[in-house]
């Protein structure tokens, strides 16, 4: 029996599945993430390649391997991690590429349409045919719209309820019962946090919003705001009307979906994506063993 194997790799975890070459996952194993703007390319590659060889599967029996790594296309990560996957598989078709490309084979393995990921990230690939079109997500030179920059934005605000500038009300209060005190007390250990622990805050700005802070309310607006530029301007690339699967931890919250949705024009029709990222690196590579047979 022969297999292929499609791994999603991200900054909090990395997912790896193996199927038949029908695309039906036999397993799927989760190892931590593998993002090597983060880690390295050498710790990033490491991690990648255990996660594939967790699954058991011979060398001999592997047709097909798509990776969608985060972070992958800064620098020379992407060619070289498809340098090493080609030497790995010899007898197999093998890429490596954005973790978007597992966000849009998720959302539409068959069909075009737009993922849209707004996790600790944000960006947007557009499916039309057989292009990809990515919009955003260009890491510290596209800073708006995820997990981490609304949780920035909280803190933000928090710090500057200490010195007048913004009053006090339930955001900064959530916000101080997090961080257990004065915000200013803990900046130093704030200014060192990684990403995933500032996007940790995030879900404090949803509940205030629930609760009708005027802050929590423009941070929202603000930052969904820049996803659905993301989306308007994919719908103007494809023409016509576009269908828009939303993943990720800030995506699918039902408030971030009441925001978009009142953003988007006529011709824009908001989903949420089903199936996990790793199922579309399946379907990526899937793909390429068709594309190969052609």
Not at 92 to 111: K, L, M, Q, R, S
Not at 119 to 136: A, H
Not at 280 to 290: F, Q
């Amino acid at each position: 029996m022969r297999y292929i194997i499609g791994v999603d790799g991200g900054g909090t975890k990395t997912s790896a599945a193996l199927a038949d070459e029908s695309g039906r996952i036999i397993r799927v194993n989760t190892m931590p993430g593998c993002n090597p703007n983060d880690l390295g390319f050498v710790e990033a590659k490491n991690r990648l390649f255990s996660a594939i060889q967790s699954l058991g599967a011979k060398k001999s029996e592997i047709s097909a391997v798509f990776c969608g790594v985060a972070g992958i296309t800064a620098s020379d990560h992407r060619g070289r991690m498809r340098e090493l996957l080609e030497s790995e598989y010899p007898d197999a078709v093998t890429d490596a590429d954005h973790d978007g490309i597992n966000a849009i084979y998720a959302a539409f393995p068959d069909n075009d349409g737009a993922a849209v990921i707004c996790g600790t990230g944000s960006s947007c690939f557009l499916k039309k045919g057989n292009d990809i079109y990515r919009i955003g997500g260009y890491g510290k030179f596209d800073c708006a719209g995820n997990g981490y920059e609304i949780g920035k934005s909280a803190i933000a605000h928090a710090l500057r309820c200490i010195d007048g500038r913004d009053r006090r009300g339930y955001l900064c209060e959530r916000i101080c019962g997090i961080i257990g005190g004065d915000p200013l007390s803990a900046l130093a250990d704030l200014i060192k946090a990684d990403k995933r622990h500032i996007a940790s805050f995030a879900p404090a700005v949803f509940d205030a919003y629930e609760h009708g802070d005027e802050y929590a309310v423009s941070i929202l607006n603000t930052h969904l705001g820049h996803v659905a530029g993301l989306i308007i301007r994919a719908a103007g690339i494809y023409g016509g009307s576009l269908t828009a699967s939303l993943t990720g931890g800030i995506a699918v919250q039902p408030v971030s979906q009441k925001i978009l949705r009142s953003m988007m024009p006529d011709t824009v029709t908001l989903t949420v994506t089903k199936s996990e990222p790793v199922c579309g690196a399946v379907a990526k590579a899937k793909s390429l063993l068709t594309e190969i047979k052609k």
